[in-house]
Antibody
Framework: QVQLQESGPGLVKPSQTLSLTCTVS??????????WSWIRQHPGKGLEWIGY???????YYNPSLKSRVTISVDTSKNQFSLKLSSVTAADTAVYYC????????????WGQGTLVTVSS | EIVMTQSPATLSVSPGERATLSCRAS??????LAWYQQKPGQAPRLLIY???TRATGIPARFSGSGSGTEFTLTISSLQSEDFAVYYC?????????FGQGTKVEIK
């Protein structure tokens, strides 16, 4: 059973960089066939896809966030990470990591989510 | 970007009744549509993919239909654990996008 777990600071100051890591267990990121993704949910709102990374390091980001987002992968640790720069209060959200099939991009496994608040 | 519109925003249903949720895409997404269930404080859970295929472990009372721009999620007989928010997601075009959700509440 694949499990994903987000970790990182719950509070980030405005203009700084939000950094989160997702640790995958029960399966190897290097096995291929999946896009490892980040999704966020503003308080009381819907879901917004941020981007994905493949084990090879190839990425694709939501155009609305592309200028501020970097997703990286560390296959030796079976982890992938999100960096979101120049954050504002509008970036306050629950951040989820999730797995999607490469052939059909729906999300079959999700982390529990972590709330990140942007505030001074 | 494809806009996904779900209706109604809130659906009040009695336990044991049928619930019908709608999702409309601003352009055709073929059958590349998924449905998720989210309960308070939890991550979304995949229910349906390919518009009509139930994910592993999902009860048969959940069914999906539609193609192109119009999709439906039907819960045939609502159980207490089914009261939640439901989201649709299109994955036919990048970026993938979600609907704003339908909350199914107890009547």
């Amino acid at each position: 059973q694949v499990q994903l777990q987000e970790s990182g600071p719950g509070l980030v100051k405005p203009s700084q960089t939000l950094s989160l890591t997702c640790t995958v267990s029960g399966g190897s990121i290097s096995s291929g066939g999946y896009y490892w993704s980040w999704i966020r949910q503003h308080p009381g709102k819907g879901l917004e896809w941020i981007g994905y990374i493949y084990y090879s390091g190839s990425t694709y980001y939501n155009p609305s966030l592309k200028s501020r987002v970097t997703i990286s992968v560390d296959t030796s640790k079976n982890q992938f990470s999100l960096k979101l720069s120049s954050v504002t209060a509008a970036d306050t959200a629950v951040y989820y990591c999730a797995r999607a099939l490469r052939s059909q991009y729906y999300f079959d496994y999700w982390g529990q989510g972590t709330l990140v608040t942007v505030s001074s | 970007e494809i806009v996904m519109t779900q209706s109604p925003a809130t659906l009040s249903v009695s336990p044991g009744e049928r619930a019908t949720l709608s999702c409309r895409a601003s352009q055709s997404v073929s059958s590349n549509l998924a449905w998720y269930q989210q309960k308070p404080g939890q991550a979304p859970r995949l229910l349906i993919y390919g518009a009509s295929t139930r994910a592993t472990g999902i009860p048969a009372r959940f069914s999906g239909s539609g193609s192109g721009t119009e999709f439906t999620l039907t819960i045939s007989s609502l159980q207490s654990e089914d009261f939640a928010v439901y989201y649709c997601q299109q994955y036919n075009n990048w970026p993938t996008t979600f609907g704003q959700g339908t909350k199914v509440e107890i009547k």
